[in-house]
């Protein structure tokens, strides 16, 4: 087991360089002619359009492609920026995080952005769960991970108050909320023998 005074700096905010990349990959595709279409407005687009003036007017090429730059140095920062802040949120709160790593798991798939983010509200759960106790000593938030079968497993554990029995099967429903049978509305075609 691993010991740190916050949350892993690889795995909290990825969302962030994932918008990134999305930014930089919408943007290729418009240049290359494979994403917007003119009139649409878009960065990668007005690169592609600008290239043929670079010579007499190079602001149509430069000011789109800074703002690429910025936007995607933004999101980056600010990643960043809210990872330093939960290592300060715990750390204040004297909150140790263990780190439970398995080995050889297999590939997770899935959006990492999305796993992300359930992790980070897990950690965030148990920190106010810690809070909520009231311990004077601080806490401490264990994440594991194993495989079991052909599954990964994500176990966040605390020494905090703990989850209502009630409310233990409805932990996931911001994530995952139920799916409603959806009533035919207006003409149906008929279905065919």
Not at 38 to 51: K, Q, Y
Not at 174 to 181: I, N
């Amino acid at each position: 087991m691993v010991a740190v005074n916050g949350p892993s700096t690889k795995n909290i905010i990825p969302a962030t360089i994932e918008i990134g990349g999305i930014i930089v990959l919408t943007a290729t595709m418009s240049f290359l002619g494979l994403g917007a279409q003119p009139p649409s407005c878009d960065w990668g687009l007005m690169l592609a359009e600008g290239r043929q003036y670079i010579t007499y007017a190079w602001w149509l090429i430069t000011f789109p492609g800074l703002t690429i730059v910025i936007a995607v140095l933004g999101f980056n920062l600010a990643g960043d920026w809210l990872r330093e802040l939960l290592d300060r949120q715990l750390t204040l709160d004297n909150i140790q995080v263990k780190i439970d790593r398995g080995r050889d798991l297999p590939p997770v798939i899935g959006q990492r952005a999305c796993l992300a983010e359930v992790i980070f509200n897990l950690l965030e759960n148990a920190r106010e769960a810690i809070k909520i106790k009231g311990q004077k000593t601080g806490g401490a938030v264990t994440i594991k991970t194993y495989s079991e079968n052909t599954r990964v497993c994500l176990e966040v554990s605390d020494t905090g108050v703990g989850i209502a029995p009630h409310l233990q099967d409805r932990i996931f429903e911001p994530f995952f909320p139920p799916k409603r049978p959806i009533a035919p509305r207006g003409w149906t075609w008929p279905a065919r023998p």
